[in-house]
């Protein structure tokens, strides 16, 4: 079976069967070999459970190239199956390219307004205690527990028909997203609501109602089963119409899935437009599990980890195995089960795609919450899924993937984060980093110096910083010469008190808005999102780490034993005042006399200074820098001294 499975793979699509329905004979014989009594029942009564299966094999070339294969079991986009919850992925994507488009931060609280419609209260916010309404927490949520107000707002603020235009234009010409999930007329759903995008009280983007009108093709009826309850609970005894439904064919799904996951696989017009922490936002969430969320915190007993983890996982309640990530997306509804997922085994460096769906809904009666969901469905989606597990496993390439890109991304999830402050000390590795915020006098002379001796560095700067027009020449050249920019605050507030470290000074919305300013005038400068924040001072508490990581960011400081940092100082401060000599031979001594010298450190300078101080220590960066590269040194960029943490 196993040589029939792999001679296929050299003959490209010589093993489809059938006409309408594609069969693949190696994924068939695979299944049905494999299969228990029950599983296989299933599979051989496709007129009854509507199984469609896609299973994609990958290999990797010497430079980490994939190369996909797919292998179908029944599909046919011609058999229709209702997406249920699955049609929230794409409005993810679509609302974080979206974000990007009107350069805003994807943190940004949005609103959305009542204007039309006796039913838009529905979706007056109502989730200020599990974190400010935002694309981000919505697009949490919809992937953490598949939230149907999260899709709601999304819809609202994409839009009937800029839905189907922005997918069409990559290639998903049959699908059709047109209805919420809340009981609304066509007519309903093709308005949307005013959206606002707010910071600090000021509305940074306002959007108004919009209605489509474009047309779809309603030409084909979907009648399913043979009776249906309707909304006012009467039995209608005839088949329940979806000729209106949503519908996403299983091919589309998964190929939207590799899209994200795989930017490089599909044409350039076939992507969104999203930047890297986009996918790494994404990534994490589409993997995560309700326990591992602080914000929103959710009732376990309910929100089990596997909820939303069908193939191998959920039947059961099983628990995932800490070196198994699945970055998926599911649905439920009708007594149809879909599931589009891509597994990574970090442990055995394996790695496959499948998406699936079933019916299960033995009676022909829809809409009475009767389904074999748990008898039937979930026992399905463990069986296939712990076969093709098994088979990737036993069959994987010589050559395994390099998974780093999503190792990154799940890094930390179901930990308490905490505050980095320092690379790895076994490699001879260090970032010079630069802060900023009112001041840039030293700006041009450390661009120059670094250029000179062909170092990296990172500059962590606050968002008047960014937003101040006089130093956006500055910038754009750092951005230029390939330094790393990001956040150190909007307007460096102190986050909380110098005597109780344990005492905030600001509220957590507060916090955000804050950060919201530093990084909508990054963004409005064209830079890329950054991962890394500094916070003001180099002062925080654990609260501050948490409120960071619960964005998708991760806090660092500088790192601790030198005196670089007391460059700000200036002589009227007394004690507290170092000349630069004081402080270039702190940087010496400890380098000289602590093990592990400044390996992996992040060494904190001042890009500009009050001008009191007189006695600039950027002068002396030549120098030091030269000390240090000939004591072989290597200069590095934030992001690249933390990569393996």
């Not at 797919?70 to 979206?98: C, G, I």
């Not at 008190?497 to 600001?506: A, F, G, H, I, P």
């Not at 609260?543 to 601790?560: A, C, E, K, R, Y």
């Amino acid at each position: 079976m196993s040589r029939w499975f792999l001679l296929c793979l050299l003959l490209p699509y010589s093993c489809v069967v059938t006409a309408q329905a594609r069969t693949d004979a190696p994924l068939r014989d695979l299944l049905f070999q494999r299969a228990s009594p029950q599983l296989r029942h299933i599979l051989s009564n496709p007129d009854s459970f509507h199984v469609q299966l896609i299973f994609t094999t990958i290999t990797r070339d010497s430079k980490g190239n994939a190369t996909f294969r797919d292998w179908h079991f029944n599909t046919d986009r011609n058999q229709y199956f209702n997406p249920a919850s699955t049609v929230k992925m794409p409005l993810a994507f679509l609302a974080l390219e979206k974000m990007r488009q009107l350069k805003l931060w994807k943190w940004t609280p949005m609103l959305t307004d009542s204007a039309w419609s006796r039913q838009s209260a529905v979706y007056m916010d109502t989730s200020a205690a599990n974190g400010l309404p935002s694309v981000a927490q919505y697009i949490k949520k919809i992937f953490l527990v598949s939230d149907n107000d999260a899709y709601n707002r999304l819809y609202e603020f994409l839009g009937q028909g800029y839905i189907h235009d922005n997918l069409r234009s990559k290639g998903f010409k049959d699908i059709r997203i047109v209805r919420r999930f809340v009981s609304m007329s066509e007519e309903e759903n093709r308005h949307t609501n005013p959206v606002r995008f707010v910071q600090n009280g000021k509305t940074l983007y306002s959007q108004p109602a919009v209605y489509n009108s474009a047309a779809f093709d309603y030409g084909k009826r979907v009648l399913v089963g043979h009776s249906h309850w309707d909304r006012n609970d009467s039995l209608i005894r005839t088949p329940m119409d979806f000729t209106k439904h949503n519908y996403f064919p299983l091919e589309e799904l998964h190929r939207l899935l590799r899209s994200v996951l795989f930017p490089g696989s599909v044409a350039v017009k076939e992507r969104f437009a999203l930047q890297e922490e986009d996918y790494r936002f994404l990534y994490r969430w589409m993997a995560a599990l309700p326990s591992e969320s602080d914000h929103p915190r959710y009732d376990t007993s309910e929100f089990f980890d596997s909820y939303t983890k069908f193939f191998r996982f959920k039947d059961g309640r099983r628990k995932l195995p800490s070196h198994i990530s699945v970055f998926n997306k599911t649905g439920w509804s009708y007594g149809y089960l879909t599931d589009v997922a891509y597994f990574a085994d970090f442990r055995n460096n394996v790695e496959f795609l499948v998406s699936g769906n079933i019916y299960v809904n033995r009676d022909g009666v829809l809409n009475d919450g009767k389904y074999e969901y748990e008898e039937t469905g979930y026992p399905f989606f463990r069986e296939v899924g712990d076969i093709l597990y098994d088979y990737t496993l036993a069959n994987a390439p010589a050559r395994r993937p390099d998974l780093s890109r999503f190792r990154e991304a799940v890094s930390g999830l179901g930990e308490k984060p905490v505050a980095i402050t320092r690379g790895d000390t076994t490699r001879k590795q260090l970032a010079l980093v630069f802060t900023g915020h009112e001041y840039a006098d030293g700006g041009k002379y450390i661009l120059e110096t670094l250029k000179r001796l062909g170092v990296k560095a990172s500059f962590f700067l606050t968002g008047d910083f960014y937003g101040n027009p006089s130093f956006a020449p500055l910038i754009r050249s750092l951005h230029a010469d390939g330094h790393y920019l990001g956040p150190h605050s909007g307007k460096h507030l102190l986050y909380c008190d110098w005597k109780k470290r344990d005492s905030l000074l600001l509220t957590r919305s507060e916090f955000e808005a804050d950060l919201d300013m530093n990084l909508l005038a990054m963004t409005r400068l064209g830079l890329p999102e950054p991962h890394y924040f500094l916070p003001p001072y180099e002062w925080y508490n654990d609260s501050i780490v948490q409120w960071t990581n619960d964005l998708g960011m991760q806090l660092i400081n500088f790192t601790p034993g030198t005196r670089s940092n007391a460059d700000y100082t200036y002589p009227e401060m007394g004690k507290s005042y170092l000349t630069s000599d004081k402080i270039h031979e702190s940087v010496v001594l400890f380098e000289n006399q602590r093990p592990g010298g400044l390996n992996g450190f992040m060494l904190l300078v001042h890009i500009g200074t009050d001008p009191r101080r007189k006695d600039k220590f950027y002068f002396q960066l030549f120098k030091l820098i030269r000390y240090l590269q000939l004591k072989d040194y290597d200069f590095v960029i934030v992001p690249r001294l933390l990569s393996a943490q």
